[in-house]
């Protein structure tokens, strides 16, 4: 059985911690649900991820569309959201257009949506005709130009209005919020106020859940570790291991070898080459 929203909701209830794990395409998908994992989100972190743009920006919705299709094909239990990119929910009827799209086109179950009272009517429109609505409040990465990357809502007046955002989220409709990049004490305020859950990341282990992006907790990507993620295994290393012996195998004649071939019947050949 997929993971419904009743569901999210008997865990928080329960504090049960949810999980949410990126996922781009078909095959990450099937193993996010082997491995149990109840939440896949089709970010639009894989501008960056799958893409190498420098920010989410440049994501289109039939980038969002055709990766979230992907995921949706290999995910029968995990509940599936996908991110509402950048500028294609300045207005509640372009809200509509695009989850319509997601969820007709992708099979996705819900959208995520980023930002507070900006988005209040497109929260409120999406719900009323059945869209289940994910927010997304401090760090939001389409905004990132204006914000800065960087940890959000230090200040009292901020760190307020997160908190009066997260509660309009929520009378809107929302059905859990993600927050990105917030001080610890205050994700855990706002997790402790609101009947629905958090998904945190960056935001400490207040919240109601977690959510991590798939290439930073497998080592798939360069660099320092970030500090809100946690690598568990430095797959990235493995795969240039493997691909390396493949090079060295070719180029030394080692692969392929007879088993990793088709025979031939001798005299098939010669009478195919050479006649009767
Ligand atoms: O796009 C994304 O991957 C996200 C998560 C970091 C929450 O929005």
């Given at each position: ?7 999210l ?48 920006l ?13 995921v949706?094909?290999?995910?029968q ?14 207005t509640?009827?372009?809200?509509i ?33 059945g ?58 305020a ?35 570790p ?11 290393a ?39």
């Amino acid at each position: 059985m997929r993971t419904t929203l009743d569901d999210l909701a008997a865990m928080k209830r329960l504090g049960e911690k949810i999980v949410m794990l990126t996922a781009y395409d078909y095959p990450s998908a099937l193993i996010c649900e082997r491995a149990g994992v109840p939440i896949l989100l089709v970010g639009d972190s894989l501008g960056m991820v799958m893409h190498g743009h420098d920010t989410t920006l440049p994501v289109s919705l039939d980038m969002m569309v055709l990766h979230a299709a992907a995921v949706s094909r290999g995910a029968q239990k995990a509940l599936v959201v996908a991110d509402l990119p950048f500028l294609t929910y300045a207005t509640a009827e372009d809200a509509i257009r695009s989850a319509g799209r997601l969820m007709q086109e992708a099979g996705v179950q819900a959208v995520k949506l980023e930002g507070g009272a900006q988005i209040e009517a497109q929260v409120r429109r999406l719900v009323d005709f059945g869209v289940p609505v994910m927010g997304h409040l401090g760090f939001t990465p389409q905004s990132q130009h204006q914000i800065g990357l960087k940890v959000q809502a230090k200040a009292a007046d901020a760190a307020r209005k997160l908190m009066d955002e997260a509660l309009m989220l929520q009378d809107a409709g929302c059905f859990a919020i993600v927050l990105e990049l917030v001080p610890a004490p205050l994700a855990q305020a706002v997790s402790e106020r609101l009947a629905i859950p958090t998904i945190g990341i960056g935001a400490g282990a207040g919240c109601d859940g977690q959510v991590q992006v798939w290439h930073d907790i497998l080592g798939l990507y360069e660099g320092k570790p970030k500090r809100h993620a946690k690598r568990y295994a430095e797959i990235g290393a493995l795969i240039e291991q493997a691909v390396k012996t493949y090079v060295a195998e070719v180029q030394a004649g080692e692969f392929p070898t007879a088993s990793n071939a088709a025979k031939m019947d001798e005299a098939v050949l010669s009478e195919a080459l050479y006649g009767r």
